[in-house]
Nanobody
Framework: VQLQASGGGLVQSGGSLKLSCAASGFNLDYYAVGWYRQAPGKKREAVSCISSSYGARNFLDSVKGRFTTSRDNTEKSVYLQMDSLKPEDTAVYYC???????????????????WGMGTLVTVSS
């Protein structure tokens, strides 16, 4: 049972990246998926969440209007599209899956049962 985030890299300020989260060993279709990030020296923070079925989403205020999240159940993947990236978006990004989380309370880390290894996003100024 594993989650894997991928798609990180180095991008200039104002650029875009698309992160992917894929699951193995369980069916991601039935899980809400959250994205978290942790910048050097800072606490991990919730960035977004998408529900398992009806497409409800929630976002950290500082990324609203710049980040979107979607899922492709045929590909068994969830994506985080990051546009207009800023240096302060630099962090290791993680995806996490939950059967129980309510999207409106997406910052509740304890509700996520599976966590993936992170992918590093670096935004240069």
């Amino acid at each position: 049972v594993q989650l894997q985030a991928s798609g990180g890299g180095l991008v200039q300020s104002g650029g875009s990246l698309k992160l992917s989260c894929a699951a193995s060993g369980f069916n991601l279709d039935y899980y809400a998926v959250g994205w978290y990030r942790q910048a050097p020296g800072k606490k991990r923070e919730a960035v977004s969440c998408i529900s398992s079925s009806y497409g409800a989403r929630n976002f950290l205020d500082s990324v609203k209007g710049r980040f979107t999240t979607s899922r492709d159940n045929t590909e068994k993947s969830v994506y985080l599209q990051m546009d207009s990236l800023k240096p302060e978006d630099t962090a290791v990004y993680y995806c996490a899956a939950s059967r129980t989380i309510i999207v409106s309370s997406y910052t509740n880390e304890d509700a996520y049962g599976f966590w993936g290894m992170g992918t590093l996003v670096t935004v240069s100024s």
